[in-house]
């Protein structure tokens, strides 16, 4: 256990290191970029005398006259006629952009293996501030909705594999079918809709975490306060979110039921109960527990983004979001390296969880 635990840490180092790279070099070749982002607001603030343009930091920056296009460096940008290319070179620094890429990507990760990740480009904020301050919301829609999906799903794929072919089968595998065809994000639309104020009832809150009145609460309030607000979206996220592991559930138990040792486990006396979770479970249980990880960090990192933005939660989905958009480069590679990293390593908790369902698995004699 021990040597393959070291192993897969060894392994989880390259392949860090290369999904890095691969989107590093993905960016240098994508149109656009932070200097052409305050181009272009240079260009709208032409036109509108009172706009702001916005620098590294949140900073104000301007530029003075002149014919060229191009800065020092040699990149020309879209959108810099009658700029000095000094204030285009002095861009290019102050974001970083003056050195090669292969120095910036160096520098990049020589600072992420000290968990130094940085300050944004048009936030006057540190990236690790960022990610605290959005944190709560993206645990809150990711950790409940796991856990719902899975309480729910696994009871029920069960329950339908024990039944399959009878009316309870067939009615819930509509409700199934339902779910796996309605994304969660038209799905919280029509909840707002319903019990959010839109039409009919006004039951919940339609945005925000909490109540603005949060802190001025009792902590049983705060609670109950916090509960009212994730009904919604978090029924929104589960209904998308069951219906595969239920299918999933149910396809691996049929698959067990029907093998020679249940036959013969059934032939000795042995009650249904025992058969069913004695021997079944572990055995089908494998295929769903190897997909936790992977379904928790799409679930916490970008299931989550339409919902936040319906309702009004500033999670990190939103926040990974708007960083690609607005080209902030510290924000989208420092949130990559940590869901990335935090990945690989659930991904290393799944496979040794598999021992716990089924412990002759042998990591030990497996080949990474």
């Known amino acids: 256990m021990g040597a393959y635990v ?5 392994l989880l180092v390259p392949t860090l290191l290369a999904i890095m790279l691969v989107n590093f070099a993905v960016v240098q070749v994508v149109p656009g970029g932070p200097v052409e982002r305050v181009l272009a607001q240079l260009d709208r603030s032409a036109v509108d005398p009172t706009a702001r343009v916005a620098g590294g ?4 920056v301007g530029g003075g006259g002149g014919p060229g296009s191009a800065s020092p460096s040699g990149k020309t940008y879209r959108g810099a006629q009658g700029l000095d290319p000094a204030f285009i070179a002095q861009l290019e620094k102050q974001f970083g952009l003056d050195q090669p890429a292969w120095k910036r990507f160096l520098l990049m990760m020589g600072n992420y293996l000290q968990f130094d990740f940085g300050k944004s480009f048009f936030r006057d904020q540190t990236v690790v501030s960022l990610v605290i301050e959005k944190l709560p919301v993206s645990i809150s829609l ?6 719902l999906v899975y309480l729910i799903s696994i009871p029920l794929g069960i329950a339908k594999a024990v039944r399959d072919g009878s009316r309870f089968d067939v009615w819930t595998s509509g409700v199934v079918i339902a779910g796996n065809a309605i994304p969660s994000f038209l799905f919280a639309i029509l909840l707002i809709v319903l019990f959010a104020g839109g039409r009919y009832l006004d039951w919940f809150p339609l945005r925000g975490l909490v109540s603005e009145n949060w802190s001025d609460l009792s902590w049983p309030a705060r609670i109950a306060d916090y509960l009212w ?11 998308g979110g069951f219906a595969s592991l239920t299918i999933l559930t149910k396809n691996s138990f049929l698959e067990e039921i029907h093998k020679q040792y249940v036959v013969t486990a059934r032939a000795k006396g042995l009650s249904e109960q025992r058969v069913l979770y004695g021997h079944v479970f572990r055995n089908a249980m494998l295929i769903v527990i190897a997909g936790f990880p992977a379904a928790f960090i799409g679930v916490l990192f970008t299931g989550a983004l339409l919902i936040e933005v319906i309702f009004s939660l500033d999670g990190l989905g939103l926040l990974g979001f708007e960083a690609a958009l607005n080209r902030d480069y510290p ?20 496979d040794l969880t598999y021992m716990l369902v ?6 030990e004699s497996r080949e990474v």
């Open 229 to 239: 607000h994730m009904v919604l979206p978090i029924t929104s996220m589960v209904i």
């Open 142 to 147: 990711g950790v409940w909705t796991t856990l």
């Open 6 to 10: 070291v192993r897969r840490l060894l």
């Open 358 to 363: 089924d412990p002759r698995i042998d990591f």
């Open 331 to 350: 924000v989208m590679f420092a949130t990559l390296y940590v869901f990335t990293l935090l990945g690989l390593l659930l991904g290393l908790v799944g």
């Open 57 to 60: 930091g949140g900073e104000t």
